[in-house]
Structure formats: structure tokens, C-alpha cells
């Protein structure tokens, strides 16, 4: 069972880190990168098979025209399979695939319509980086002038004019990476694929072209579909997100949508950071974590039914920060303080109590309010809990920790007792 939270006021308690632009807004509400168009790219009912493993099951899903869109998922969750099986490198086992309103379904690479940017980049290094990016243009019989008059362009384009004399091994990485992306662009297809381009890229250099790249996307407008495992990347540059896992989709929404309502505990556990407790339903509107009584707000939970409560770090509110306002809230209980991890602007609580003594509760705080309140290790904090921001899941009890276990997902990875 998977409920939506309720809107909560904009102001957080007490100094809390403000929760990104869109977050704790329903789907309603959330504001729309671009007006909403066709779809371009249709993938329907695509399965692969690979002997007897089944990489991608019963896929389905629409990309619109001029949309950016990322494929995200852990290492083996199908989502490379499915960029390759749209570009015809490995044909899909079942299912169709439709372009523009063309099937490409059975077509082999060289009569779909698109370019592609893999993870090396694939440059030649015999050639310079000028006739990397007209590489394509000539084998087509475009004439000499026209591609000279595309390659100027695109050189431009990626602020590289100055350097299309030079050959791949004498440009930087990030360099390299605007190259093979002007030699995709170079035949003007009509869909972009991207195969991790930046993962090669070292952190800095890797944030600031994705903003490069996102910009370049939106003032061309074509159709982009990127492959990436980083959640950071697809969270800042995508317009919606396909989440991947196992072979099959979990959930297609915006950034906005995918962290602050997670379809499914995977999508919550894997995107962000995350508190995650078990317990138990009672009267039909809470649930029982360990000796507490957490209000959840939601109606039409059955009594006893086995739930998993997620909330977010930056959700848990430090009542010390305003007594008064917080006498008014539920869920709030007196923790210790375990642990604190500097995090640059901000600090990362490790909360005990009773209630979840498996994991502590992760808590976000401002490095502003840690001062004012003086918190170390060792203080004793009250926190609340805000019903509206508390994620219900069902719960496999076969499967699960023992009651009452709590655990963190950091980005990119999990860790559970």
C-alpha cells in the first residue's frame, strides 16, 4: 500500500533544509519542465532474452518529442539493454519499438534515425577532432562545403573552435566527450541516445557538463534518451526519469515526483537518502514501530497489517528549534545523538531510540542550527516525525529485518543490517 503524502506548509521547522522545488507537492501540482507533447519514441511490451536470463520484461513506455529523459537503475537492471535494443544493436526478444510514428522494431542500426554517444566516446584518434565530427557527414555524400559549413557549426556550438586542428589525445576528457557528442548531432538525427558519457569524468568536470549538456539539449530541442546509474545526474538534467530495476520499470515521472513519492520501496530505498522503519497498523490510521505510535493520517489501513515507514533525513524535524510551534505537532519523540557527519552546509544527525534500535534515525540539520542548539554527540534532541511526510508500504514479514529495524539509504547505495 502506497499512499501519498499530504502538502505540508513551506516553511520547515526550525531551520531545517528546505526540501528541493516541487517537493511535498502532489502530482497535481507539480510544475511541468515543457508543455506536453507527442510522444516520439513508443516502447511497447519490449522483452530480451539472453539464453535463459530475461534482461528487460514486458517494457512499455513513451518519450515525447524534444524531451530529455534518463533511464536510472543499478548495475544489471536492464536499462543499457533497452538503449541498445532501441538503437538496433541488440533487437528485442518480443515487443515493438516505434519512431515518429515509423516501426523500427526489426530495422538494423544504420536505417533508424539516431546518434549515439557511448561511455569511451569511441573517437578516432587518427583523426582531428574536425574530422571526427564530419566522419559521418562524408560517408553520407553530403557535399565538402556543406560539411564544412556544419562542422563550423557544431564547433561553435560546443565552444571547440579553436581546436578542431587537434587530434583526441591532445584534448581534455571533457572535451573529448563535446566532440562525440557534435559528431551524433553532426547528420541533425531525430533522437539522441546516451550511453553513461560522463561517468568517465571526474566529479567537477562532471557537473558542469551535464548543466553544458542539458542546455545544448534544450536549445536544439531533439529527443534524448541517456543511460546513467548516478541519481544526482538524472535528478538535475532529466525532464522525467525511468526507473529501472531488474529488468523491469518501477516508475516514469519527473525529478520532483520520483523523490517525493516513490511508487515503490525500491524507488524510495534507491533515490536519496532514506529512513526506512517497520511496524505495525493500528486503529486503521497508525502504525506501531517498537513501544511508539507513529499517526500516519492515512485511512483504510488494516488493522495488523505488517508496513514499512519511510521518511526522508531533511523531513525529521528538531522540535528543540521551536518548542512552541512543535507542541502542535504529532510523531515526536526524544532521541540521543549518536553521530554527526559534516556534510558541508549541512549535518547529518544519527539519532537513537528504543523504538528502532537495529539502525539510528538519520536526521539533516543546518550547520547554523547545530551551532544554536549545541549539538554533539551525546545531546539529547526532540524530533518529530510529520505524519504528512511518512511513506506506508506493504511489508513481507517472511522477508523483512526484525520489527522495529530501521536503515539508511545513502546516495547511490544501501545499507541494511
Known sequence: MSQHPIDIPGAALGGIAPLPPGVGQSEAQLPSVRPERAPYLVVSNVSKMFKDFTALKNVSLDVREGEFVCFLGPSGCGKTTLLRAIAGLDIQSSGTIHQGGRDISALPPEERDFGIVFQSYALFPNLTVRQNIAFGLENRGMKRADVTARVDELLALIDLAAHGHKYPSQISGGQQQRVALARALAPSPGLILLDEPLSALDAKVRIHLRQELKQLQAQLGVTTVMVTH?????????????????????????????????????????????????????????????????????????????????????????????????????????????????LGSYLRMYLRHPAFPAKPLVAQTTQTLARALQIVPGKRLDVILPPERLRVFDRLVAHGPASGATSTVAKGGTVHD
Not at 299 to 319: H, M, Q, S
Request: aromatic share 6%; charged share 20%; proline share 4%.
Open 230 to 342: 548516478d541519481q544526482d545526474e538524472a535528478l538535475s538534467i532529466a525532464d522525467r526519469i525511468v526507473v529501472m530495476n531488474m529488468g523491469v520499470v518501477e516508475q516514469v515521472g519527473t525529478p520532483q515526483e520520483i523523490y517525493d513519492v516513490p511508487a515503490s520501496q525500491f524507488v524510495a530505498d534507491f533515490i536519496g537518502a532514506m529512513n526506512f522503519m517497520e511496524g505495525t497498523v493500528v486503529n486503521g490510521s497508525d502504525a506501531r514501530v517498537g513501544d511508539v505510535t507513529f499517526a500516519l493520517r492515512r485511512d483504510g489501513l488494516a488493522n495488523g497489517a505488517a508496513v514499512v515507514l519511510a521518511i526522508r533525513p531533511e523531513d525529521v524535524l528538531v522540535a528543540d528549534a521551536d518548542p512552541q510551534s512543535a507542541l502542535l505537532h504529532p510523531n515526536r519523540i526524544a532521541a540521543e545523538v549518536e553521530n554527526l557527519e559534516f
